[in-house]
Every structure is written in C-alpha cells, then in structure tokens.
C-alpha cells in the first residue's frame, strides 16, 4: 500500500484530493502510484471530459485536465476541485515549452480562485532532463505569487521510482490533519544494509546493542528484499520505496549504483529516515569494494538516531 493510500484510509474521515494540470503532467501515473490497487470505483460525469473521480472507501481523489485557461465557471469545477481538502497542480518537470502555460495556470488559480494551500509537484523526477526545484522555482514565479491569498509549496516526485512521495505524505498529513512534527524528528535507526551494484556487496551493520531474534529474521528477509529492488531499478539512476517487514519500517534509496536500507521504528519518520540515506550513500560511494565501518559512519553523523 502507498503511503499516501494508507495515510488516507487510516482516519473514519471523508478526504479529497483534487489534481490538477495540463495534459501529460502525470496526473493517471500519480493517481495509480497512490491507489496500487483495483478495488477503487471509478465514476464518470456525463458532458465532460476533463474531469475523473476515484473513489476508495472514504477517499477521493479527483483530476482535471487543464488548457489554456482555469475553469473558475464551471459548476463541477467549484463544487469538486475547489471544494477539496487538498488541491495539488502538477507539472511536468522534463517540458520546459509548458513552463510559461503552467505559470499562468497557478496564477490564475491563487489570483482567482483563492485556494487556501496549494501544492505544486514537479513530475518525472527520475527522467534526467528534470529541472530542479530551483529552476521550477523560478520559471512557474512561485516566489512571485501573492502569499496573503495562498501559501504554495513546492516538491518533485516521481510516480516510477517513488521518490518524493513520501514527503506528498508529510504535507498532506500536515495540511489535512493539522499534524506538525517537531522541528526534528529523529528516528529510532535499529540497523542498516547497503549494496553496491558493480560488485554486488553487500555490508549489514547492526546498531542497538542487543538485537534480538525478530531483527535479526528482518535482516535476512531485507538482504532479499534489497537485490529485488536493485534489479526492479536497474534501469534507473535513483529510487526510493518503503517497505515493512515485522515490526519495521524500511525505506530503500537507490542513488547511482548504491542503495541503502535503513531498518527504523514503526512510528519513525520516514522522510528523515529517507534524509539519512542518502547522506549515508554520499560517505560510501566512493568506497565500493573497500571495507567501511557503517556502525561508526552512522553513528558519529546521526548519534540523536541510533537506538542504542
């Protein structure tokens, strides 16, 4: 199950999600990405064909393909998007020819239809023509944007390797529950395995100092789990999936040939846990087939984390 799907059905609550954008932003991958299943219904609404709802259980979520201008008149355009818990606008992060359309598009939506957050998302992070949230930035004039009618946020995801969806969930968890986290949320880090692709090593380092026989089963089901996740990326440079086995959560991060799997709390917040992977796949990348001590590299970096 995603983690938004999850976050979404976990609360007796009605919750919808409306997305935006123009055509081929990312709106039918995102919204699969999400569901991970066919046990949503799909309804249709007679005279239209921009608009598709999802329904599962209490959740919905509902997309409108956007042109060249916001449909702030039409009746099912006020009632459903505008009448979400949550508004995201994607845009697709590989076309620069759409940067200027988009920009338009969320002007007119904060000028004129007062949404009170929005969250736009830059798609296809994976794909190595994606601009960076500095370039998204820049060229849709986030900063431009009039703060006392919306606040705007800005993040890049990608619906195929299921990178930044994970922090999606942080927002929505914030903006739609009125959850804060604590300025930093540190983690309860419990174990750790990387693997290096060019020479399939694998390295296991162990933190809490009494580990007992449930973690160390984890383990041994994790290094199959991590194999399966490299050759499930192999055709891609970074990735990141989260996985649960006994009572862990396990996010896995892939950046160039190495990955990283950080075995950490049930309650833990996954986002750091995410964070702490790839600053720990920095230190090791250039240390491939040498020995590395991932017990002290943890350590002396995050001594706040490490469940001792």
Same mark, same amino acid.
């Given at each position: 199950?995603?983690?938004?799907?999850?976050?979404?059905?976990?609360?007796?609550?009605?919750?919808?999600?409306?997305?935006?954008?123009?055509?081929?932003?990312?709106?039918?991958?995102? #919204?699969?990405?999400?569901?991970?299943?066919? =046990?949503?219904?799909?309804?249709?609404?007679?005279?239209?064909? =921009?608009?598709?709802?999802?329904?599962?259980?209490?959740?919905?979520?509902?997309?409108?393909?956007?042109?060249?201008?916001?449909?702030?008149?039409?009746?099912?355009?006020?009632? %459903?998007?505008?009448?979400?818990?949550?508004?995201?606008?994607?845009?697709?992060?590989?076309?620069?020819?759409?940067?200027?359309? %988009?920009?338009?598009?969320?002007?007119?939506? #904060?000028? +004129?239809?007062?949404?009170?957050?929005?969250?736009?998302?830059?798609?296809?992070?994976?794909? /190595?023509?994606?601009?960076?949230?500095?370039?998204?930035?820049?060229?849709? %004039?986030?900063?431009?944007?009039?703060?006392? +009618?919306?606040?705007?946020?800005?993040?890049?995801?990608?619906?195929?390797?299921?990178?930044?969806?994970?922090?999606?969930?942080?927002?929505?968890?914030?903006?739609?529950?009125?959850?804060?986290?604590?300025?930093?949320?540190?983690?309860?880090?419990?174990?750790?395995?990387?693997?290096? =692709?060019?020479?399939?090593?694998?390295?296991?380092?162990?933190?809490?100092?009494? /580990?007992?026989?449930?973690?160390?089963?984890?383990?041994?089901?994790?290094?199959?789990?991590?194999?399966?996740?490299?050759?499930?990326?192999? #055709?891609?440079?970074?990735?990141?999936?989260?996985?649960?086995?006994? %009572?862990?959560?396990?996010?896995? #991060?892939?950046?160039?040939?190495?990955?990283?799997?950080?075995?950490?709390?049930?309650?833990?917040?996954?986002?750091?846990?995410?964070?702490?992977?790839?600053?720990?796949?920095?230190?090791?990348?250039?240390?491939?087939?040498?020995?590395?001590?991932?017990?002290?590299?943890?350590?002396?970096?995050? /001594?706040?984390?490490?469940?001792?």
């Amino acid at each position: 199950m995603s983690a938004i799907k999850n976050l979404m059905t976990k609360f007796d609550v009605k919750i919808s999600i409306a997305i935006v954008g123009l055509v081929n932003s990312g709106k039918t991958e995102f #919204v699969k990405r999400i569901l991970q299943s066919d =046990e949503f219904i799909e309804a249709s609404v007679s005279n239209t064909t =921009e608009f598709e709802l999802q329904i599962l259980d209490n959740f919905s979520l509902l997309t409108w393909d956007l042109d060249d201008h916001i449909p702030q008149k039409k009746t099912l355009w006020k009632r %459903s998007i505008l009448g979400a818990n949550a508004l995201l606008f994607l845009v697709d992060s590989t076309n620069k020819d759409i940067f200027q359309q %988009s920009r338009k598009l969320i002007k007119d939506l #904060v000028e +004129k239809n007062f949404p009170i957050r929005l969250l736009v998302l830059g798609s296809k992070s994976d794909l /190595p023509n994606s601009a960076s949230v500095g370039e998204l930035m820049t060229n849709l %004039s986030l900063m431009d944007l009039d703060k006392t +009618k919306c606040d705007v946020d800005l993040f890049k995801f990608s619906s195929k390797t299921g990178e930044g969806l994970y922090a999606i969930e942080e927002w929505l968890n914030r903006i739609l529950f009125k959850r804060r986290e604590r300025v930093i949320n540190y983690t309860k880090i419990v174990a750790c395995i990387t693997l290096c =692709e060019e020479s399939g090593a694998i390295n296991e380092a162990v933190l809490t100092e009494k /580990p007992n026989l449930t973690l160390l089963a984890t383990l041994r089901e994790l290094k199959r789990k991590v194999t399966i996740f490299s050759r499930t990326m192999r #055709v891609h440079g970074s990735g990141e999936e989260v996985i649960e086995i006994a %009572s862990f959560k396990i996010p896995l #991060v892939k950046e160039h040939r190495h990955i990283v799997a950080l075995v950490v709390g049930p309650h833990d917040s996954i986002p750091r846990a995410i964070e702490i992977s790839r600053n720990v796949l920095k230190i090791i990348s250039p240390y491939c087939d040498k020995s590395i001590n991932l017990v002290k590299i943890i350590r002396d970096l995050y /001594p706040l984390d490490v469940s001792y």
